[in-house]
């Protein structure tokens, strides 16, 4: 159960658009759509903001968007703004039954 | 409102065993999967644990299987986590985080607070 593998940090100015990758293997990302994003402020509980690679949450914010190819999922936030600054975690289910996080990438909005 | 409390969380030494709590309302709890999740600290999110809406399917993270028993009392709305010969490296916040739909294959979409268990001689 290796975690999955994202950037350790990303940035961009404020308007800028922005990806954050998630690689994992044919055992979980590139086998399963169930690929689930989550944002994390500093002292704050995670929040959902991406469910089964491409899907928001009802009522959640049209700038962040999901994909995957392949083995690799993949976050954008269009319209970068200042309250983006968090902590961005991938999820995926296992072909052992279980889930994998990834280390987690920062956003710094310059 | 979904909300989900953890509780139980403490300092206990190296080898002990701890149980850690989570209560649930606003969502009908026998309806969906519920999972464990901790945060050592300054560190990333681990999966620990999933159960089923009606406990037949549980897995387990590697690194805690064998030690960590999942289960949860539908008619109490509540989710357990049994934690027996922790280890230094089990120390986190702990997060219970409902699922989306009754499967464990169901991905976590809200979370508690979390519980800080601290693991230290």
């Known amino acids: 159960q290796s975690a999955l593998t994202q950037p350790a940090s990303v940035s961009g100015s404020p308007g800028q658009s922005i990806t954050i990758s998630c690689t994992g293997t044919?055992?979980?990302?590139?086998?399963?759509?169930?690929v689930s994003w989550y944002l994390q402020h500093p002292g704050k509980a995670p929040k959902l903001i991406i469910s089964e690679g491409t899907q928001r949450p009802s009522g959640f914010s049209h700038r962040f968007s999901g994909s995957k190819s392949g083995n690799t999922a993949s976050l954008t936030i269009s319209g970068l703004q200042a309250e983006d600054e968090a902590d961005y975690y991938c999820c995926s289910y296992t072909s052992s039954d279980t889930w994998v996080f990834g280390g987690g990438t920062k956003l710094t909005v310059l | 409102e979904v909300q989900l409390v953890e509780s139980g969380g403490g300092l206990v030494q190296p080898g002990r065993s701890l149980r850690l709590s989570c209560a649930a309302s606003?969502?009908?709890?026998?309806?969906?999967?519920m999972h464990w999740v901790r945060q050592a600290p300054g560190k990333g999110l681990e999966w620990v644990s999933v159960?089923?809406?009606?406990?037949?399917?549980?897995g387990y993270a590697d690194s805690v299987k064998g030690r960590f028993t999942i289960s949860r009392d539908n008619a109490k709305n509540s989710l357990y986590l049994q934690m027996k010969s922790l280890r230094p490296e089990d120390m986190a916040l702990y997060y219970c985080?409902?699922?989306?739909?009754?499967?464990?294959?169901?991905?976590?979409?809200?979370w508690g607070q979390g519980t800080l268990v601290t693991v230290s001689s």
């Open positions: 606003g969502f009908t709890f026998d309806d969906y999967a």
């Open positions: 159960i089923s809406w009606n406990s037949g399917s549980i």
């Open positions: 985080a409902k699922s989306f739909c009754g499967s464990a294959s169901c991905f976590p979409d809200y």
């Open positions: 044919s055992s979980d990302v590139g086998s399963y759509n169930l």
